[in-house]
């Protein structure tokens, strides 16, 4: 029996698929907000009963916060452990979306249909393309490909609090597969299906430098009193030089040159970076001189500063000398940079900065180091030759230039190397009202995961 009989069941079933989206969609499974914790048991105990209708043993394992689902089947060949997650993000502002955004419709757009409501692309809408591949082999095979795992988390969209130390208790049971599947990635474009390498890791930093014990009246002290929104100013803007290098000492320790086949492959994408820009009315690439803009945001790390506050920013004007500023600092990481040697140099690098008569306190909002996937692996270039065999254009390795902790985590806590697939496009509105799927992207998707699986069990 060949794999175009299973591809075929996927054509046929596919409104019974999108039934059966709608139906997870409609469980409101918000992991951040503690009054949607029964629905999140809702939502793990209906992928239960999913996976048990396609024959997988499966439970709803508890965990401090929501849920984990897993599940395993089948036997021989490769062993392969599929991630998804089935909380979603808050809805707010409500007021925003077209319609009630946990009663999924189905519309037309002009790209053609879509699925929309909350959780449509992020992430059940890309769990349930492997979970309906794996129906219809099922369906049609009586079997499985290979040997499978399933592993659905109720708790990304809160930043994982339960995922390390479940996946540190059950170790021995979840480190046993090959390769960890990962679908919460995205297309390069409609046409052009990617597979995710490389990762960015997150450094979160907090700085508030405090100098006089109180705020001052600027008449009264001005020139005198330091300043600490001046003392702050300056030390942000040493951060970078001319040329847009970070100037954290020590801070491109591990950073590699990207390979030239890489190199190669991006440059053949096609990538419009003038329109990547001109999309959000800018025009000039702000980054390191001398890189693309893809290497940018793909394969360099960054330090960015993202809020900063001080003295009285309130309607109209006071004449504040204040006591405190502070500023909130994240840097995106590549290749084998350290976050916490990174930290213990940025610390540093501003306690050096201070004058006399200034203190600085620091609060830490996560560290995790980058993901870079080897894709001398043949698994990787077999996943490739699949997705190319589905889609218009041959399917690429991609970098991201945000971060996906999972796939580190899969890594430095039961030694599984991760591949990334996904299918949501840029426009899917994750995060933000009226999110959607396209239809295409969820149907593509389902044939995807089951031209990946024939070639990864093979």
Same mark, same amino acid.
């Given at each position: ?11 046929? !079933? ?52 929501? &849920? ?20 979603? %993000? ?28 909350? +959780?449509?692309?992020?992430?059940? +809408? ?34 994982? &609090?339960?995922?390390?130390? #479940? ?8 480190? @046993? ?10 297309? #390069? ?14 450094? +979160? ?13 600027? $008449? ?6 330091? !300043?600490?929104?001046? /003392? ?16 954290? &000492?020590?801070?491109?320790?591990? /950073? ?8 190669? @492959?991006?440059? $053949? ?5 003038? +329109? ?32 900063? !506050? ?23 990481? /590549?290749?084998? %940079? ?41 698994? #990787? ?11 218009? !254009? ?6 991201? $230039? ?57």
């Amino acid at each position: 029996m060949t794999i175009d009989a299973v591809l075929a069941h996927v054509d046929d !079933n596919l409104d019974a698929a999108l039934e059966r989206l709608k139906a997870l969609v409609r469980i409101p499974s918000v992991s951040t907000d503690p009054a949607f914790k029964d629905d999140c048991q809702a939502a793990a105990d209906w992928l239960v009963a999913d996976l048990a209708s396609l024959g997988v043993e499966a439970e709803a394992r508890q965990t401090p916060g929501h &849920p984990m689902v897993v599940g395993h089947a089948g036997d021989g060949g490769p062993h392969l452990m599929f991630y998804g997650h089935y909380d979603v %993000q808050p809805v707010d502002p409500l007021e925003l979306w077209h319609h009630d955004p946990f009663d999924p419709i189905v519309e037309d757009t002009p790209a053609g249909k879509v699925i929309r409501a909350r +959780g449509a692309c992020d992430d059940k +809408g890309q769990l349930m393309t492997f979970m309906e591949a794996c129906r219809a082999w099922s369906a049609v095979k009586g079997d499985w490909p290979c040997r499978l795992s399933f592993i659905f988390e109720g708790e990304e969209e809160s930043g994982s &609090p339960s995922l390390v130390p #479940f996946l540190d208790a059950h170790a021995e049971e979840l480190s @046993q597969p090959d390769l960890a599947l990962i679908c919460d990635t995205g297309l #390069f474009d409609r046409d052009t299906p990617a597979i995710t390498t490389m990762l960015r890791g997150l450094l +979160g930093e907090e700085v508030t430098v405090t100098g006089p014990d109180k705020d001052l009246h600027s $008449g009264m002290y001005g020139g005198a009193a330091i !300043n600490p929104i001046r /003392v702050l100013a300056r030390i942000i803007a040493s951060l970078h030089d001319e040329s847009g290098r970070i100037t954290v &000492p020590g801070f491109y320790d591990g /950073v590699d040159e990207l390979p030239a086949s890489v190199r190669s @492959q991006w440059e $053949g994408l096609g990538f419009d970076a003038d +329109g990547f820009l001109k999309a959000v009315d800018l025009s000039e690439p702000a980054g390191e001189s001398g890189r693309s803009v893809l290497e940018m945001i793909w394969s360099r790390p960054t330090c960015e500063v993202n809020g900063i !506050n001080g003295g009285y920013t309130g309607e109209g004007f006071k004449t504040v000398l204040p006591s405190r500023a502070s500023a909130k600092v994240s840097f995106r990481l /590549v290749g084998r %940079q350290d976050p916490f040697a990174i930290r213990r140099s940025f610390r540093a690098m501003v306690r050096d900065a201070l004058p006399p008569d200034c203190s600085v306190e620091f609060g830490s909002h996560g560290a995790g180091p980058a993901s870079v996937m080897s894709t001398d692996d043949p698994a #990787f270039e077999a996943a490739r030759r699949a997705l190319s065999d589905e889609w218009p !254009n041959e399917a690429a390795f991609v970098g991201s $230039g945000g971060s996906i902790p999972i796939a580190g985590y899969f890594r430095e806590v039961l030694g599984l190397p991760s591949m990334l697939i996904g299918f949501g496009l840029d426009d899917d509105q994750i995060h933000s009202p009226n999110e959607k799927y396209d239809v295409r992207s969820f149907h593509k998707g389902i044939r995807s995961w089951v031209r990946v699986l024939d070639a990864l069990a093979r």
